[in-house]
């Protein structure tokens, strides 16, 4: 099956939150909620795949996703590697 591919309106906490959860499914770790173990028309959260996200922050324009999810006035603490 082909990934699913995502564009983020928005660096803010929520996109913070989610590119750390899609991470851990990807590494294989077991995630605390179940909602993001689940099967979707055949598709996991791991066949996600981020390739472009949007912002109007200096803070995180032109910055790779990976640093700028972790900028400021973003306050998601980092749970995971990406």
Same mark, same amino acid.
């Given at each position: 099956?082909s990934?699913?591919?995502?564009? !983020?309106?928005?660096?803010g906490?929520?996109?913070? +939150?989610?590119?750390?959860?899609i991470? !851990? $499914?990807?590494?294989?770790?077991k995630?605390e /909620?179940?909602? +993001?173990?689940?099967?979707? *028309?055949?598709?996991?959260?791991? %066949?996600?795949? +981020?390739?472009?996200? +949007? %912002?109007? $922050?200096?803070?995180?324009?032109?910055? %790779? !996703?990976?640093?700028?999810?972790?900028?400021?006035? /973003? !306050?998601?603490?980092?749970? *995971?590697?990406?």
């Amino acid at each position: 099956m082909s990934k699913i591919k995502v564009a !983020l309106a928005g660096v803010g906490n929520i996109a913070a +939150f989610f590119v750390q959860v899609i991470m !851990l $499914s990807k590494q294989g770790k077991k995630l605390e /909620n179940p909602i +993001f173990e689940h099967e979707l *028309c055949g598709y996991r959260p791991s %066949d996600i795949e +981020f390739v472009a996200a +949007f %912002d109007v $922050s200096r803070e995180k324009v032109g910055r %790779d !996703l990976a640093e700028a999810i972790f900028a400021k006035p /973003n !306050l998601v603490p980092r749970f *995971c590697e990406i």
